[in-house]
């Protein structure tokens, strides 16, 4: 600005930028502290109005023939707001009742996509359309077979959504080890299938699932008949006897679940007599000290209720610690998407991206701020598995450990 002859007065809370095209400002607005609810005293914002969208969204891909299920996305242009897009798949042109774009969906029949920006409830800009031939004529494929065998359950993870009824038939899925799926329930996602069985599985020789029967959503749906080898997870990390209200640290583990995308579930049973301080912290694994964000896996308690604390990336929620019994908390992670537990009960489901962490596991350690605070209660059965458990296995879980 000094070089444009443009001289920011001293002491000014706001300034009027001259009208040159030469101008461009690129701000961010910081606040560091060691408390998670300090916040930037003047955030910054842009309210768009004096903005006219610079070109049209762009729908990728733009075209083509595909035979099988094919992921859709909408980029928006420069200035947009976040539901600003609307979307058809029909050819009409799209309006103020067409559904916003939320994020890329899947096309499994031919389809011809239009998009529009909306501002104020008009449409500002073209709208972008683009013919997309999809004739699936692929079956879904199995990306991922594992099982959790001391828990008897099973995941089965599909590369595209599957029909409900038919991916919730148990007698779809057969394992060489001849054992009876009780059960199948098919998860939100329409990917993941959840299979449980009567009991334990015997560890002594590897299984293979045969998958029949289970098809995909295209028009003419199409049928999945493969075989695929299962991965056996387990518990990795189980803590010997803890005493109430002793810290202790366990290092440099090997085989930890500590890379940004690895799939694990925490889990441990806790009791208090009395509500800790806020940012307490109960026990987890990775980094036990904040400031390199993503790091930390840790049950801690905050204002607000439980919540699993990774720096700048905590998932909270509003549930409380109980006083005077024991209670099983539990997390579990796909490399995406963090669900947490309390008595064997989902109470809080967020997307967040971890980081590489370090091979070490901290009970009642001090907290990660002030490094004052310490968690007096007690903790024992802290598991650590390298699968992130479905919502059966968590359940079983509670029910074989509740004291």
Known sequence: LYKLGFEIPKGASSITLPNDPRVKVMAISVARSGHDDAEAAEPLYDTLDDHIPAGSPTISPSGGSFNDATEVRID???????GS???TLDGSAPTMSSPAYKGPFLLNDPATVKVAQFEGGQQTG???SAMIQVHDTTPPAVVLASAAKALGIAKVVFSEPVAPSTAEDPSHYRFSSNVTVASA???GDGRTVELTFDGALGSAQADKLTVTGVSDLARSPNVVSTTVDVADHGAIF???????KVSRAFNSLKGMPVHAGDHWTLNLFCKIDKQPEDRTIIAGFGRSIDGRTGTGRYFTKFPDGISLWSSNRDVMTHVPLDTGKWQMLTATYDGTTMRLFK???PIAEERVLLEDDASQV???PLDAWERTRRFEGEVRDLTIWDIDLPAAAVKRLWLAGRG
């Open 76 to 82: 928006p242009p420069l200035y947009y707001r976040a």
């Open 85 to 87: 897009l609307r979307y």
């Open 126 to 128: 073209e709208v972008t």
């Open 185 to 187: 329930k098919l998860n």
């Open 238 to 244: 189980t803590s010997p006897a803890l005493e109430p």
């Open 343 to 345: 008595n064997g009960e």
């Open 362 to 364: 901290r009970v009642m």
